[in-house]
């Protein structure tokens, strides 16, 4: 056991790198044609973001607005649709460029366009009644060319909108893994975490996303809640394990600034952070002993799941080719992240949104961050340790001719000293220590380079 101090465990959750806060203004404004040039194609990842929620959590930072008055959900759809002709128009046009600069180089071949994963996310994309969900869906097919049926579909949803109709859409669509925001079983734990919902109530969605027989089950639990304890957190435990999902993400709750419960001035200190890693330990103990598989720190699976219909592992996005549609979606090429404006109040998020929907040139990108060979090598290692299963040194070196070792060295030597490199991994596999998986938010933020950082600590909130 090593003697260095470890960290705070709970410094940020890295669910992509670099973070929107250090995106900028692109003052060139790539067009998206060229931005897609000579990037491979056949693989794409497809993700739709819907900004809309019924209510918004306590602790929910996400781009999202409550409510859409003034059928702004069709003005919406209506943006999400011109945005996907663009872009699809752009992909065809950079692959037609391709393809000649491939015809000049002795008759190699491009590669065509293909989308290998689809998801919809939010916000809540079942905040769309049953019709409106059938027209994201053609978005998708329609006009960027994703067979739902033929590839991995995930969804979110919440108990108030898993509707059977909504659901029933779904299904048909080629849905293949539901996601469902719990966070907790117990009323009083709901409340405090700003999030109004009575456990009747999800237990009746449950049920009706186990009616429509979409493949892959996700429950979503949150520790670290205001008055919780291990008895209660235990009981949420054993209420999502009596449905056998397939998945399980254990969230440890965040309180960051602008949302619900960081204006009421809540969490920040040591022993909050030991509690959330006392609940975060006896969940993943709990889990484990029911038979399922850490993915990450966050993800657990049942398996006996087909990759087929539960798509990815978490943070498995290393090769970039990454299409994002709609206000809160990032789109990834190998040297360009782009998206559109970041924001977390309310009254931001409602302008950004009002903003896209008048919007009718989708085909600049026109707020990112560059990504040069020194951030696709963090982006790579930090996304490869941060999973279970660990990072093969040989894809590395494949992929950037030289190893891990070699480009961090200081950043790999206090990782073992404070104990969360796994000793006893096979020679050439860089893999977490159990303590490393439990320190995942210290260890993803000790890997971002200056430069994020002070791009980072330079935005403005808003």
């Not at 409550?66 to 649709?81: H, K, Q, S, V």
């Not at 009575?198 to 639990?221: K, S």
Request: glycine share 8%; hydrophobic share 40%; proline share 5%.
């Amino acid at each position: 056991m090593s003697t260095t101090l470890a960290p705070r465990p709970y410094e940020s959750y890295v669910y992509a790198y670099p973070h929107k806060t250090a995106y900028r203004p692109l003052e060139d404004r790539p067009a998206l044609r060229g931005l897609w040039a000579g990037e491979r194609k056949d693989a794409l990842s497809l993700y739709l973001h819907i900004p809309f929620c019924e209510v918004r959590c306590g602790f929910c930072n996400l781009f999202t607005r409550i409510g859409a008055p003034d059928e702004l959900t069709t003005r919406y759809l209506d943006a999400l649709d011109r945005q996907a002709t663009a872009v699809r128009d752009a992909l065809a046009e950079a692959e037609a460029e391709t393809e000649a600069e491939a015809e000049a180089e002795a008759g190699a071949e491009a590669d065509a366009i293909r989308f290998a994963a689809a998801a919809f996310g939010g916000g809540t994309p079942t905040y769309l009644d049953a019709d409106e969900l059938d027209r994201l869906c053609d978005i998708a097919e329609k006009r960027m060319g994703a067979d739902l049926r033929a590839v991995p579909l995930s969804v979110e949803t919440s108990p108030a909108t898993a509707t059977a109709d909504r659901l029933a859409v779904l299904a048909e669509r080629g849905a293949t893994r539901l996601s469902i925001g719990v966070q907790s079983f117990v009323d009083a734990e709901a409340k405090a975490a700003v999030r109004p919902q009575r456990r009747a109530e999800v237990e009746a969605a449950l049920g009706r996303i186990r009616d429509v027989r979409i493949p892959v089950l996700n429950i979503d639990l949150i520790y670290g809640i205001d008055g919780q304890t291990e008895a209660s957190w235990r009981h949420s435990l054993d209420a999502a394990l009596a449905w056998r999902p397939e998945e399980l993400y254990l969230y440890p709750l965040y309180v960051r600034p602008l949302t619900g419960l960081g204006r009421f001035g809540a969490g920040g200190d040591s022993a909050w952070d030991d509690q959330r890693l006392r609940l975060y330990r006896q969940g993943r103990d709990q889990l484990l002993a029911h038979g399922y598989e850490q993915m990450s720190m966050r993800m657990f699976r049942r398996p006996d799941i087909p990759f087929q219909d539960a798509g990815p592992d978490d943070y498995a996005c290393q090769t970039d080719g990454m299409i994002g549609l709609g206000c809160g979606a990032r789109s990834y090429t190998s040297g360009l992240h782009y998206s559109f404006d970041y924001a977390v109040d309310m009254r931001e998020i409602r302008t950004i949104i009002d903003t896209y929907t008048t919007t009718e040139d989708f085909s600049r990108a026109e707020v990112g961050r560059r990504i040069d060979d020194g951030e696709a090598r963090r982006r790579h290692l930090l996304q490869s340790l941060l999973q279970a299963g660990g990072m093969a040194e040989a894809d590395y070196h494949e992929r950037f001719g030289s190893g891990p070792a070699e480009d961090f060295p200081a950043e790999l030597a206090r990782f073992a000293a404070l104990g969360w490199l796994d000793e006893s991994a096979p020679t050439g596999l860089l893999r977490l220590s159990p303590e490393g998986l439990a320190y995942s938010d210290a260890l993803g933020p000790a890997l971002f380079s200056p430069a994020v950082r002070a791009s980072m600590a330079a935005y403005e909130r808003k």
